[in-house]
């Protein structure tokens, strides 16, 4: 079965500092990875993927995701903080194997930038 | 604009009394998806469409019922809200199943009293 978590409900980093947010899944097959940020009373919003290729993956707001197949892992990165990016993210795989057609999300993670 | 609207953003309703929120994307797109948002439990699925007249149970299907007779809308029906149901409700559309990130609709918040 798929799953996906994300180990830290709550993520503080000064601004100006590189944030880091955790995730890890289990798929029976290959994974696409995809990484979602929702801000206050809004929906959630596409930040980056991976589906194939270079394990590095490059995003929208300078964010970047490195995936590791070995570690079953695909933190979130970015080299430099800014209060804006304080906001709930959320990380999600789908198997695309056995099960392409759902996706499943882990619980989120909030980070709070600190100016 | 590229966009998923829903409707109502916000509900107070009965135990009981059916319900339809309704979800509708402009992207022409073949995926369209139903989701609760729950504190500490992330989005969980309810049902999906592959596509027009195609839908499945996703993994909290239980009280909910969905229809896609036209491409670019997708409602969520409960027939009978119960209080458990109180939630916040996204729906979602992407291009196609396979590699495709989804585009949110901006919620709609439902309390069943």
């Known amino acids: 079965a798929q799953s996906v978590a994300q180990p830290e409900d709550q993520v503080n980093v000064a601004e100006g500092n590189p944030l880091t947010v955790k995730c890890t899944y289990s798929v029976s097959g290959n994974p696409y990875l995809f990484w979602y940020v929702q801000y206050p009373n809004r929906g959630l919003q596409f930040l980056l993927k991976y589906i194939t290729g270079d394990n590095l993956v490059k995003g929208s707001y300078g964010f970047e995701a490195e995936f590791n197949k070995s570690q079953t892992s695909f933190p979130l990165k970015k080299p430099s903080a800014l209060v804006s990016d304080s906001a709930l993210y959320f990380c999600a795989v789908r198997d695309r194997e056995t099960s392409y057609d759902k996706v499943i999300f882990g619980p989120g993670t909030s980070l709070s930038v600190i100016p | 604009e590229a966009q998923v609207t829903q409707n109502p953003r916000y509900l107070i309703t009965v135990t009981g009394k059916k319900l339809t929120v309704t979800c509708s994307q402009n992207m022409n797109h073949e995926y369209m998806s139903w989701y609760r948002q729950d504190p500490g439990l992330g989005l969980r699925q309810i049902y999906y469409?592959?596509?027009?007249?195609?839908?499945d149970k996703g993994d909290v299907p239980e009280g909910y019922k969905v229809s896609r007779k036209e491409k670019r809308n997708f409602p969520l029906i409960l027939e009978s809200p119960s209080p458990n149901q109180t939630s916040l409700y996204f729906c979602?559309?992407?291009?196609?199943?396979?590699?495709?990130?989804?585009?949110f609709g901006p919620g709609t918040r439902l309390t069943v009293t």
């Open positions: 979602a559309s992407s291009l196609f199943v396979w590699a495709h990130e989804q585009y």
């Open positions: 469409s592959m596509n027009v007249e195609v839908t």
